[in-house]
Structure formats: structure tokens, C-alpha cells
């Protein structure tokens, strides 16, 4: 079993910051890619910000500049540090993993369970 749990999430005004952090736990050989994505009241689920096991990043565009999404290999975690917030950004974030978990099986995408955030005007 492999889980992934987040936390971070909350209220801020806006131009405020948080920072999300997702941490994979279980049976796991490797991370690959892990990422961040939000689903905002009546939109679709968007890819927010990913990063590979080498540090390749890339962000959707609404949040470049004002995003960065990093991760801690030892510890199987992403981070996602969210500054210059706006009422936009509301959203339940998601972290998602893309997880070998046995040598010779393919790789699983896996999510957390998601964290709130919310941005008032």
C-alpha cells in the first residue's frame, strides 16, 4: 500500500503565502515524477506545478513567478510554496506521485486525499 498525505492548506488573504507539503509513504523502489494539482469550485482538475527525481520543474502559467515546487528525495516529499496569493487560486490541492513500487511492475499514479485553500479579497 503506498499513501500519500498532505498538509498545509488553509485561509489567507490575499497576498498571502502557504506552503503545501505531501509526503509518500509504504511500499515504494522509486519515486518518479511528483506534482501538485487544484480543482477550483466548478472547474476542471489542472496540473498546478511538477517536478522530477532530478529537479525538473514546470508550472502552469497562472502561477509562474509566484509558485515553486520542490521536493526532498530522502524524505519521498513534494513541497509547494505559494506566495503572492489571489482569490483565483482557491482550490482543493491535490498532491499526486507517479510510484514504482516493485522492480519489474509499472509505474502507478497515486494521490492524497487534498487540502483546502482558500483565498479571500
Known amino acids: 500500500q503506498v499513501h500519500l498525505v498532505e498538509s498545509g492548506g488553509g485561509w489567507v488573504q490575499a497576498g498571502g503565502s502557504l506552503r503545501l507539503s505531501c509526503t509518500a509513504s509504504?511500499?515504494?523502489?522509486?519515486?518518479?515524477?511528483m506534482g501538485w494539482y487544484r480543482q477550483g469550485p466548478g472547474k476542471q482538475r489542472e496540473l498546478v506545478a511538477a517536478?522530477?527525481?532530478?529537479?525538473?520543474?514546470t508550472y502552469v502559467d497562472s502561477v509562474k513567478g509566484r509558485f515553486t515546487i520542490s521536493r526532498d528525495n530522502a524524505k519521498k516529499a513534494v513541497y509547494l510554496q505559494t506566495n503572492s496569493l489571489i482569490p483565483e487560486d482557491t482550490a482543493v490541492y491535490y498532491c499526486?506521485?507517479?510510484?514504482?513500487?516493485?522492480?519489474?511492475?509499472?509505474?502507478?499514479?497515486?494521490w492524497g486525499q487534498g487540502t483546502q485553500v482558500t483565498v479571500s479579497s
Open positions: 517536478i522530477t527525481s532530478d529537479g525538473s520543474t
Open positions: 509504504g511500499t515504494i523502489s522509486r519515486v518518479k515524477v
Open positions: 499526486n506521485a507517479e510510484i514504482l513500487v516493485l522492480l519489474g511492475m509499472p509505474v502507478r499514479s497515486f
